[in-house]
């Protein structure tokens, strides 16, 4: 089971609370994915980074500084983190949405690098003035890159993309704009947010309130909507038509994706298909060890006001919420 990161007050305070308690799992991060030899290269890059921040996402870096007080990590170093696009840090994961007569639920395998170790990732819970949220995360990382949902009955799956373009110059880290969405109100609010979001490189998303579910792909303020309708399948490349053959396609993101689309025709139950491990190490369930290897697996049922963590491959229910 995830550990959970309980939070209350301001963004700095909510910052703050995560820094201190994952002090040493933050520390191990940025030692691995942004050691000093980094920071030196990109840090007139981060500049940037921080400037256009600071004017577009003030209460986010105020919340980043507060996780450098809470963990005594360096600020910089954690900008850095949360700047993937200077790293060229990729990630995996496959969500799976329904939305057909009387089925309407949102599944997701959260799935991290080889490296990445379960015990720094939270479910990260904060109570801020105007929203709270649940939100996996990466420690030392803003919430947003994976799935969350909140006080709005708004929930997420969120799926990294092969990018168009990794030049971040003018744009802000798409960790920042991901932050942000986690806290809007309904889908309409969460397309602005995209459309002037100054998003550096870009996210599928899968959005859900009430009765619709949406698949979105943004590329810096572009941004494409559908709606759901029967059942839809996206892993980590650009699929709809505005974004079609100008990204990237790696072969893990292609197998997982036929094969979940193969199951999908068979008539395979949805959550079924995450466990799946055919073409491993390429499979849609993946193991420690592996290219990429699946954290977590989450659920969420509108109708049932539900979300499930589930144990991936057992699908054993860790921890049960209401939405």
Request: proline share 3%; aromatic share 10%.
């Amino acid at each position: 089971m995830l550990k959970v990161v309980e939070a209350q007050g301001s963004y700095r305070e909510c910052g703050r609370a995560f820094g201190l308690a994952c002090k040493e799992n933050i520390s191990y991060r940025l030692d691995r994915d942004a050691p000093l030899t980094a920071l030196a290269t990109h840090r007139e890059e981060l500049n940037g980074v921080d400037e256009r921040c600071r004017k577009w996402y003030p209460e986010y870096v105020q919340e980043l500084e507060g996780i450098a007080e809470g963990s005594g990590a360096d600020y910089w170093r954690l900008l850095l983190l949360n700047t993937p696009e200077l790293l060229e840090r990729e990630s995996g994961c496959t969500s799976i949405a329904v939305s057909k007569g009387d089925s309407l639920y949102l599944v997701h395998n959260e799935d991290g690098v080889s490296e990445e170790r379960t015990e720094d990732c939270t479910l990260l819970h904060y109570i801020l003035p105007n929203v709270s949220f649940y939100a996996f995360t990466y420690d030392g990382e803003l919430a947003g890159g994976s799935y969350s949902w909140n006080s709005h009955h708004l929930y997420f799956s969120v799926n990294y993309l092969e990018p168009i373009s990794l030049d971040i110059d003018g744009w802000v880290s798409r960790n920042f704009v991901a932050r942000k969405m986690v806290e809007t109100s309904s889908v309409e609010d969460a397309i602005k947010v995209l459309e002037s979001g100054q998003d550096g490189c870009g996210y599928h998303y899968y959005i859900g309130q009430d009765d619709k579910l949406f698949s979105i792909e943004n590329f810096h303020n572009e941004v494409s909507v559908r709606e759901v309708s029967g059942t839809d399948v996206h892993s980590n490349h650009y699929l709809h038509p505005a974004f079609l053959n100008r990204g990237n396609r790696g072969e893990h993101t292609e197998v997982r994706l036929e094969r979940a689309q193969e199951l999908v025709s068979q008539g395979k139950d949805p959550l079924q298909i995450l466990t799946d491990r055919a073409n491993a190490p390429l499979s849609i369930c993946t193991e420690k060890n592996e290219a990429l290897h699946t954290i977590s697996t989450f659920g969420v049922y509108p109708r049932d006001h539900k979300v499930v963590l589930y144990e991936p491959e057992s699908l054993k229910e860790e921890a049960v919420f209401e939405l």
